[in-house]
């Protein structure tokens, strides 16, 4: 009988849609027949095998939304064995390596298909759904873990609702590397990773499922996030130039998208003072094959803060809509944010010659009752991508945002060792950034002799235009960090226009080529991205052109990995990454862009249920400085660190996540004997994080979870005579799965710096000190309809 080829592609559409159907999985087993079997009862799929199943260390855990094939995928992990789909609802285990020893024997490469409930393209949870499998490596896409040259954590959307993180931030305060040195009760969200400042600012340093220009600028709220990934070190070629020329490495957010089964979700929430709210999460496919995509994330909170006298209001609405077909798929993000703050908490500089005082109870705020910022952050992303063939898939994008800030504040500095400090600078400012980002690019996959080859060619194009308006006040009233003082209002005008003060254009051509051989044992990842930036600042007051720059780098990159075995990934690499170059103070000459330089090597360890990963690396950074009258940038700053971590499943009632990163900082050329070999500014010698979590066996469906947070001494000036402690703080948590109605239901329940400690928490790039949160606690409950 002949089939006609309608038919046949009729069916494989059919067999498609099976085997990218999701099952709600939450098993743990301690023997590969016993998760066969566990598998098969909830999916009702036919699993067979006839080979001899090899024993597994400790226990594996399967939960979660996902496809039959992504949970075999889980299960099999590490053992080598691997699977071939025989029919609707059917595979068999296989092992490649027997069957490839076989004389005569036709091999068949199994079929591979990995799922998500939200996002069939995203590499699956691990054991213990904390951490994913892999992350986006910039222009090269997803990649699973263990074939990466570099250092990778994506953060799924499992633990950032059971954290009840709020923003993105809250999100990264679990990874070692990572700190937040901003005051949560603060206007902005700032980062650090590897000890150097990613600051998010008006040009945002955040990028958007891949792509810089359209994340929310000064703070991401969590709701649309699917993932939050942080690749480690310098990255130009893999993500292209920061906007705010970060080049600790790169966080990226990844939207949720419609998942195969429709979700009514909705939460509501009290806490972090008397704060309340809730969120909503709705999701549809539509069409024949649910080809359609839709979902939508919003949220609104409103409420005092744990801050004195703060009051804080936010809101967002997240739509993504796509479209998922046998060649092309598309899609479309657009968000909106809004944030208001009544007092919104200021850092402290701190003045010369001054000892830092201890720091007072976090619930002090010396920020008036007057004073306020109001921030909106619009952003809208298109993205494609079309198959011409089995190997060459054309992409690309287009997109941007605005964000607009007014606000009334000053910035207060330390005037005595008794607290009493000066509210410098009050002004009323209004701030409007809007950016532009476009790109397109083609992958291709073949092969030459026996070597496998990946490659990626793409051209960016960012461009930025930043608008401020100022009015300052003659009077800077005085207050104390201990004992606040209510000032009466200081009346400031508001600025009657926003003049344009600086424009930028980022365009790039990158090239980048992964390279395997012996069934992907040894891979090889070689390329370059040239970028060009253009930059124009203005005069506030005649529009003039006050500096121009243009410049252009290339900058390279080779990473190398080798899997001696299946579990054990050795890689190596070298980055480099991209900043501005500044501008001279008084003749306004633009410098060259400065190029950042890592070498890191390290192990990964994946034992199936828990993985580790340990590494070393050393980054180099030129600054600007003056060096007998003349202006260049022949500074530098070396930061060397080590850095190791654990996520997974102890056992399948323990989980851990976390772990230690010990840095060693140094400004190893500068202007001045005083400062050169000092410790740079806000680069602690030690990060620690562990979480634990435990599923208490005398209530089912309880878990309990601790978290112990360190980060060591911290310089505030390169002088190394200003310096802010130690600090620990320990968290706890609890959440209830449960059903009511037959209604899945979730509470959940944090308790932050339980022993309540006073303590400075972090210092920014501009030397300004935050002051640490105080015991908070936050009461969620999450219903699936």
């Known amino acids: 009988m002949v089939v006609p080829a309608t038919s046949g592609a009729l069916a494989a559409n059919v067999q498609t849609e099976i085997a990218q159907a999701t099952y709600s999985f939450d098993i743990s087993v301690s023997s590969l027949a016993e998760g066969i079997a566990e598998i098969g009862a909830a999916s009702g799929w036919r699993i067979a095998y006839t080979i001899d199943l090899p024993s597994i260390d400790g226990a594996r855990a399967i939960r979660g939304d996902m496809t039959v094939p992504a949970a075999i995928d889980t299960l099999l992990r590490g053992t080598g064995l691997s699977y071939r789909e025989t029919g609707e609802n059917s595979l068999i285990l296989i092992d490649p390596a027997a069957e490839a020893g076989q004389s005569g024997a036709a091999v068949v490469d199994p079929i591979r298909v990995e799922a998500n409930s939200t996002q069939s393209d995203l590499p699956p949870a691990y054991a213990g759904g904390q951490i994913a499998t892999g992350g986006r490596l910039g222009m090269l896409g997803n990649t699973d873990i263990m074939d990466a040259p570099v250092s990778i954590t994506s953060y799924t959307s499992e633990k950032i609702a059971d954290q009840q993180a709020q923003t993105i931030a809250d999100v990264l305060k679990n990874d070692p590397s990572v700190r937040t040195p901003n005051s949560s009760g603060g206007m902005l969200d700032t980062y650090q990773i590897r000890g150097f400042n990613v600051n998010t600012g008006n040009f945002g340093e955040m990028a958007f499922n891949g792509v810089y220009g359209v994340a929310p600028t000064y703070r991401a709220l969590s709701g649309f996030a699917e993932r939050v990934e942080v690749l480690k070190g310098p990255a130009a070629l893999l993500a292209g130039m920061a906007p705010n020329s970060g080049v600790g490495g790169v966080i990226n957010i990844v939207p949720k998208r419609a998942g195969d089964e429709d979700l009514n979700r909705v939460s509501a929430d009290y806490g972090l003072g008397k704060q309340a709210g809730g969120n909503v999460d709705f999701s549809r496919r539509y069409g024949d094959d649910g080809e359609f995509g839709v979902r939508f994330n919003g949220g609104y909170h409103n409420g005092d803060t744990y801050l004195d006298h703060q009051t804080r209001e936010t809101s967002l609405g997240a739509l993504a809509l796509d479209y998922r077909g046998d060649d092309l798929r598309l899609s479309l993000d657009v968000i909106d944010q809004r944030e208001n703050l009544n007092a919104p908490f200021r850092e402290y500089r701190i003045a010369s010659g001054l000892t830092m005082p201890s720091a007072p109870d976090g619930n002090k705020n010396v920020t008036h009752d007057w004073e306020w910022s109001d921030t909106v952050d619009r952003s809208a992303l298109l993205q494609g991508e079309y198959d011409f063939d089995n190997s060459f898939t054309l992409f690309g994008s287009f997109g941007g945002g605005k964000s607009e800030v007014d ?5 207060p500095i330390i005037r005595a060792n008794d607290g009493t400090i000066e509210d410098d600078s009050l002004s009323f400012m209004r701030f409007q950034t809007e950016r532009w980002t476009a790109s397109a690019g083609v992958r291709s996959e073949f092969e030459t002799l026996e070597v496998k080859h990946k490659v990626t060619l793409e051209a960016s ?7 401020r308006g100022q009015v300052f006040s003659t009077t800077d009233p005085f207050s104390n960090i201990y004992n606040p003082v209510a000032n009466a209002p200081v009346a400031v005008a508001a600025p009657t226009s926003k003049p344009k003060i600086s424009e930028s254009d980022m365009t790039g051509v990158a090239l980048a080529d992964t390279m395997s051989i012996w069934d992907d044992r040894f891979l090889v990842t070689v390329g370059a991205r040239q970028q060009r930036v253009e930059t124009n600042n203005f005069s506030a007051t005649t529009g003039a052109v006050t500096a121009a720059y243009d410049k252009s780098v290339v900058t390279p990159m080779v990473g190398v990995v080798f899997k001696p075995w299946e579990n054990v990934s050795l890689y190596a690499n070298y980055l480099e990454g991209l900043s501005k170059g500044a501008n001279a103070p008084i003749t306004g000459e633009a410098l060259s862009p400065y190029v950042a330089e890592q070498i890191e090597t390290g192990v990964k360890l994946d034992f199936g249920s828990i993985s580790t990963t340990a590494a070393v690396f050393q980054i180099t950074k030129p600054f600007a400085q003056n060096v007998s009258g003349s202006y260049d940038s022949d500074g530098e700053q070396r930061n060397r660190g080590f850095e190791l971590n654990v996520f997974g499943e102890v056992t399948p009632t323990v989980r851990l996540l976390g772990g230690v990163m010990f840095l060693d900082a140094e400004l190893t050329k500068t202007n001045s004997s005083t400062t050169r070999g000092n410790s740079a500014v806000g680069a602690p010698e030690m990060q620690l994080n562990l979480t634990a979590e435990w599923d208490a066996p005398f209530v089912k469906g309880m878990t309990l979870s601790g978290t112990i947070t360190h980060t060591s001494e911290q310089y505030i000036d390169t002088a190394n005579t200003q310096d802010i402690p130690d600090w620990t703080t320990l968290d706890l948590g609890m959440r209830y799965k449960t059903s009511i109605a037959e209604t899945p239901v979730t509470f959940r329940a944090t308790i932050q710096n339980v022993t309540d400690e006073d ?27």
């Open 759 to 785: 303590y400075w928490y972090g210092v920014n790039e501009f030397s300004m000190v935050s002051v640490g949160a105080p015991r908070t606690a936050l009461l969620s409950v999450t219903a699936d309809f």
């Open 461 to 467: 194009r960012y461009e930025d235009t930043f608008k």
């Open 407 to 411: 606000r009334l504040f000053g910035y």
